[in-house]
């Protein structure tokens, strides 16, 4: 990567009602300004899963201008110019993502989808709690990393391993 200072990343879901949103939220807080996050999905289910509403308000984020958003509109010629792309669910991973003009940097950071968890209400904000933290460890180390002075083939394994963590 070059020496500037400022990313943008993009976090996929086919449905961007829960992982994504909230991958999208820890990482605008935790990037302290260096990030900008975006969220979308390859079929957006169009609202936000109420878990993950929950999830979010209960460690105070604001998610009155939450979205679920299709990602082609980060696939046009006017999107932000994305420098990262990090694809949440195995469906998502498997699929044929749109050309990215900026040609990000891509990694797999794939994690149980806790809106597929069925049961009790606890039994889901508990899925969605689980979700949460490991999405914020995993972000903690990404924003972490000395990323304009690694080259990008060892950032390229270094995300990779983020995703496996």
């Given at each position: 990567m070059n020496e500037q200072t400022h990313y943008n990343v993009l976090f996929l879901c086919t ?48 998610t009155d201008e939450l979205r679920s958003k299709d990602w082609d509109e980060f696939a046009q ?79 390229k394994a270094r995300l990779q391993d983020i995703g496996k963590a």
């Open positions: 449905g961007n009602s829960a992982r994504s949103i909230m991958a999208e939220c820890i990482l605008n807080r935790a990037g302290r300004g260096r990030f900008t996050a975006y969220s979308a999905g390859s079929m957006p289910k169009g609202e936000i899963h109420p878990h993950a509403i929950n999830t979010l308000k209960l460690n105070n984020f604001i010629p006017d999107s932000p110019k994305l420098d990262f792309v990090f694809t949440l669910c195995d469906s998502a991973a498997a699929e044929t993502c749109p050309v990215w003009p900026s040609q990000p940097m891509t990694a797999h950071w794939g994690l149980p989808d806790p809106a597929a968890v069925e049961g009790t209400d606890p039994h889901k904000a508990i899925a969605f709690a689980r979700a949460f933290g490991m999405l914020t460890n995993r972000i903690e180390i990404f924003v972490s990393l000395p990323i304009s002075s690694l080259d990008n083939l060892t950032l």
